[in-house]
Nanobody, 125 residues
Framework: VQLQASGGGVVQAGDSTRLSCLVS???????????IGWLRQSPGREREFLAG????????YYRDPLKDHVTISKDSAKNTVYLQIHNLGPADTGVYYC????????????????WGQGTLVTVSS
């Protein structure tokens, strides 16, 4: 299984953007359950959990302060998990990683078993 993040770039403050994480290499009929999430590493800060979604159950999890700022979703037909970021501000600048773990709690703790490469978002004011 591989995770491939995309969608970063330079965006204007106040705009929204959507990042994609393609999950490849797993079988659609597998009954394995796991959580795909997004973590962000901003300059000078530790990598932090933003949101996660259970692959089969479709349950979503958010870091509380960000619950109204980001939206995570999944398109099973495309094997892709999305992160929509609303009303971008300077604090949203950073490298965004998609990652996999058994649970959202493990993502929160960065106990990840699979990382995708990061995609850089730069918010321009």
């Amino acid at each position: 299984v591989q995770l491939q993040a995309s969608g970063g770039g330079v965006v204007q403050a106040g705009d929204s953007t959507r990042l994609s994480c393609l999950v490849s290499g797993h079988t659609s009929d597998s009954d394995e359950e796991y959580t795909i999430g997004w973590l962000r590493q901003s300059p000078g800060r530790e990598r932090e959990f933003l949101a996660g979604i259970r692959w089969r159950a479709n349950t979503t999890y958010y870091r509380d302060p960000l619950k109204d700022h980001v939206t995570i979703s999944k398109d099973s037909a495309k094997n892709t998990v999305y992160l929509q970021i609303h009303n971008l501000g300077p604090a949203d600048t950073g490298v965004y990683y998609c990652a996999r773990a058994k649970t959202a709690l493990q993502l929160l703790r960065r106990e990840v078993d699979l990382w995708g490469q990061g995609t850089l978002v730069t918010v321009s004011s």
